[in-house]
């Protein structure tokens, strides 16, 4: 169909390439957006910046259970930028500036909400001194919010969870999920847009485009900048 520009978000980076060499031969610009990919071809990306919003989530473990004591991560993947750069934002965070506290555990669950169950359950089980618990995306939140409601560890642990979803967002309104962090999904597809525009008109782009995320909780999530970023 021969368009001016392309957006373009990848759910396999690697396996994009070739599409992007395509484009890149047809002298079609290409906009990355969400999750990026390993290639120099798109022009722009517009994306949350993934490690920022994970330190943020470690900042507000810190702040909500004291800067000590034990916390799990459980992720999707070791593969996907967004999977990695969450699990380093968080790591890193704890590290630089949260000594006392000790990350026990890190999995993976690939984003299925059985697995990540069984995978959270045996993590409580293995640390019962546990005080809390980072979920990197919807499906690995929702198998710990799973994992603490079997077994019983309700306002035990303090859950801190990524994006949103029915089952995430009742949680934190009932007190069991503490928040999350929220990237901006409507501001994703502008920037794209905007850069697509840009790009056809042949602007300067710079290669990384910022677009933010927000902590919510229960005294939020309904609020007037929140709730249009919050899918169900």
């Known amino acids: 169909k021969k368009p001016a520009a392309i957006c373009f978000a990848a759910v396999d980076s690697k396996a994009a390439i070739p599409l992007l060499q395509k484009a890149q031969a047809a002298k079609i610009p290409v906009i990355g957006f969400d999750s990026g990919v390993d290639s120099d071809i798109p022009v722009t990306t517009a ?15 810190a702040e909500l259970i004291g800067a000590d004591g ?83 560890k309700e306002g035990k642990l303090v859950v801190i ?37 840009k790009a056809i008109k042949g602007e300067k782009l710079s290669k990384t485009i910022d677009t933010g995320f927000h902590w919510y909780d229960k005294t939020n999530i309904d609020a007037a900048d929140i709730a249009p970023l919050l899918y169900k």
């Open 70 to 152: 034990e916390v799990a991560v459980i992720a999707h993947d070791q593969t996907s930028r967004t999977g990695i750069d969450r699990v380093k934002g968080f790591a890193d965070q704890i590290k630089a500036k949260y000594p006392k506290i000790t990350i026990v555990d890190t999995q993976y669950g690939g984003g299925d909400q059985l697995k990540s169950t069984d995978i959270a359950k045996a993590v409580i089980q293995g640390h019962p001194n546990l005080k809390g618990y980072f979920g990197a995306n919807e499906g690995s939140i929702i198998g710990v919010l799973n994992a603490v409601k079997e077994l019983k």
């Open 47 to 61: 994306a949350t910046d993934n490690i920022a919003a994970a330190a943020k989530a470690a900042d507000k473990r």
């Open 161 to 197: 969870g990524y994006d949103s979803g029915q089952q995430q967002m009742d949680a934190i309104r009932s007190g069991a999920e503490a928040g999350a962090i929220t990237q901006d999904p409507i501001g994703i597809g502008y920037k794209c847009v905007e850069a697509a525009v």
